[in-house]
């Protein structure tokens, strides 16, 4: 059975609580009524808390999505489903990002 589609009003934050959003590569395909993520979506986190001694902020910054759908393509590129995996980049590298929230109508491999 299939996971739900990404779209680009998921909700998706970073370990820390910063909220990850898309910048949109696909402007064709939507599941219901919002664009579907796919893994060439720029995925940048905004208001990630993370600091470390002393008081020196890291925050995540951005994301690259490592594990997409192996079946449903969008324009050519991999779509996201919620069982897809991704990482931060940038100062706090390495760290998955968890979805907490996306649409439930349309789902893919």
Excluded: D, E
């Excluded at 994301?63 to 489903?81: D, F």
């Amino acid at each position: 059975m299939g996971s739900p589609l990404l779209t680009i009003n998921a909700t998706i934050m970073c370990a820390h609580g910063g909220q990850a959003t898309f910048i949109p590569s696909n402007t064709r395909v939507k599941a219901s009524g919002a664009f579907v993520a796919t893994q060439a979506c720029t995925t940048m986190i905004a208001g990630c808390p993370f600091t470390t001694f002393p008081a020196v902020p890291m925050p995540c910054i951005a994301a690259q999505w490592v594990v997409a759908a192996t079946r449903v393509k969008v324009m050519g590129q991999p779509a996201l489903t919620q069982s897809s995996t991704a990482m931060t980049t940038g100062t706090t590298p390495g760290l998955p990002l968890v979805i907490v929230q996306t649409q439930t109508r349309v789902t893919g491999t």
